[in-house]
């Protein structure tokens, strides 16, 4: 009773976020009911936030589109066909190894150089409010590509929930994110990681269970929470396992309610940029510590900007 209390009343009322309030109420139900009713909340919600009408992308077609939401439905997952291009990969690179960074606490400032990758903690992660500035990210958010694959497999009007960077290193230590787990997002959502270092096997590759994504799960895999490999594997099949590797560039859609995980790495690190679209919107952390300041771009389609109004006025 205490941790409902905490969990409804006081987490949202302390930082004035009813978004927080109704994720959180989706999240359980979905761990009490294993999924179940996640597909007959979001055809509710698709009536009451239906599609809207989107510019086409200037870099995907629009039957890689169709192609991309095809795949997610039936797999879990897509590599576009569209690479991130070469100038913006090192933007980006320049972005992340010029701004401080943080671990777990965001009230703290890490810097991070090429030539000197931090080794105290599993992930590093930069300010959204500094990275929402990088033109390439920029360029990203304002193109349709991406949020018309978003609503053609939410089936509604998304909201683009995060946008964010992070660093894997070499980690002694445990990490959380390098154990197979889904995500319990609401009722609908779509991840896209954008690989900003060649990453092999030994440097960070993603790793998906394919065809693990439907909200229904197994009993024995319904509550949200890590999972070992090898139970899933004996009910999912080894030929199910996906590790994704490939160059800087590579575009990853998933689904992330498919059970997935980083794998851990033994040499190098690994530089991601990540964009999550939602029925529901999903609060970051640094909206309420520190704070997410907006950016204010003219001559961006209002559709497109109302998707990703939490980053742009």
């Keep these: 009773m205490i941790s409902a209390v905490r969990q409804f009343v006081i987490e949202p009322l302390?930082?004035?976020?009813?978004a927080l309030f109704f994720l959180q109420l989706a999240q359980l139900v979905n761990d009490r009911m294993g999924g179940r009713y996640d597909e007959a909340i979001q055809r509710v919600l698709s009536l009451v936030k239906p599609k809207v009408k989107l510019p086409n992308s200037r870099f995907m077609h629009s039957s890689d589109i169709a192609l991309c939401v095809s795949s997610l439905r039936v797999r879990g997952w897509n590599i576009l066909?569209?690479?991130l291009a070469a100038a913006d990969?090192?933007?980006l690179r320049r972005f992340a190894f010029s701004t401080p960074a943080y671990a777990d606490n965001p009230t703290e400032r890490i810097v991070i150089t090429e030539?000197?990758?931090p080794h105290a903690h599993g992930r590093y992660m930069w300010f959204i409010s500094d990275l929402i500035r990088v033109p390439a990210v920029q360029r990203l958010i304002t193109d349709a590509g991406l949020a018309q694959i978003a609503q053609e497999y939410v089936g509604c009007e998304p909201i683009l929930t995060s946008v964010t960077l992070w660093l894997d290193p070499v980690y002694a230590g445990t990490y959380a994110a390098h154990?197979?787990?889904?995500d319990n997002d609401g009722p609908s959502f779509?991840?896209?990681f954008i690989y900003l270092t060649d990453v092999d096997a030994e440097s960070g590759a993603h790793a998906f269970i394919q065809g693990s994504h439907p909200h229904g799960k197994p009993a024995q895999f319904g509550r949200a929470g890590p999972r070992p490999r090898e139970q899933l594997i004996d009910y999912y099949g080894v030929e199910n396992e996906l590790i994704f590797t490939g160059p800087a560039g590579l575009i990853l859609a998933e689904d992330t309610a498919g059970f997935h995980k980083g794998t851990t790495l033994t040499k190098g690190y690994r530089l991601l940029l990540?964009?999550?679209y939602a029925v529901l919107d999903i609060p970051h952390e640094e909206e309420f510590v520190p704070g997410i300041e907006r950016v204010r771009l003219q001559g961006v389609d209002p559709a497109l900007k109302r998707i990703a109004r939490k980053f742009l006025v």
């Design 179 to 182: 154990v197979y787990h889904y």
């Design 14 to 18: 302390r930082n004035k976020s009813s």
């Design 190 to 192: 779509v991840k896209f």
């Design 115 to 117: 030539s000197n990758i």
């Design 81 to 83: 066909d569209w690479k």
């Design 89 to 91: 990969i090192a933007e």
């Design 274 to 276: 990540q964009l999550q």
